[in-house]
């Protein structure tokens, strides 16, 4: 018999940050919750970060996870946006770590590829087959919840498998990967 475990997936972001939670029994999906920390109301990025931070430790003291996934960051144009997004990652990030919870990275590409086959999926195809996957009665109006789902499911698909991207066991496993950005 297959260890039950949790998968919370965190889509990060300075605006809405979208999480799911999944859980994992005898190798089959079950659904525990999607939702998003609304952050648009807040205009100093310290305090959002604050939060993001605050909610995923919230998160993880009441779902106890097993193991986070989440989106990493797209290369976009504008700098300052690209940013504010690496940091609100990286707050999630921190968050985990403090929890000493294995954490995942996947390119939001290889997420869409996982749920729909299709790495250039849109963000409601993405939502409308996780809705038919997991038996989700009603999809949120913004579609940043299921994004963090769907690094869960994408985490579940690909567990086990050789590369699954980055992992972090904890702050030592982190500074060991990135010694070129730590600084000493």
């Not at 300075?14 to 999944?22: A, E």
């Not at 609304?38 to 100093?44: I, Q």
């Not at 604050?50 to 990493?72: C, G, M, S, V, W």
């Not at 250039?120 to 989700?136: C, F, Y």
Request: proline share 3%; with cysteine.
């Amino acid at each position: 018999m297959d260890k039950e475990r949790i998968i919370l997936g965190i889509d990060p972001g300075t605006t809405i940050m979208g999480f799911g939670l999944i859980r994992v029994v005898n190798k089959k999906m079950h659904f525990i919750q999607l939702n998003e920390l609304h952050l648009s109301k807040y205009s100093d990025h310290y305090l959002k970060l604050k939060l993001i931070f605050e909610r995923t430790i919230e998160l993880i003291d009441t779902y106890n996870p097993d193991e986070i996934a989440i989106e990493a960051p797209f290369f976009g144009k504008n700098v300052q946006s690209m940013l504010k997004l690496g940091r609100a990652q990286g707050v999630a990030m921190a968050a985990g770590l403090s929890r000493e919870i294995p954490i995942t990275e996947y390119l939001p590409k290889k997420i869409k590829m996982a749920i729909t086959g299709n790495g250039n999926a849109s963000k409601e195809q993405v939502a409308k087959m996780l809705q038919s996957m997991l038996g989700i009665k009603t999809l949120p109006k913004n579609l940043d919840a299921t994004d963090g789902l769907a690094a869960a499911v994408c985490h579940f698909y690909n567990s086990g498998r050789v590369n699954v991207g980055k992992t972090y066991t904890g702050w030592e496993a982190f500074v060991k990967q990135n010694e070129k950005r730590v600084k000493k």
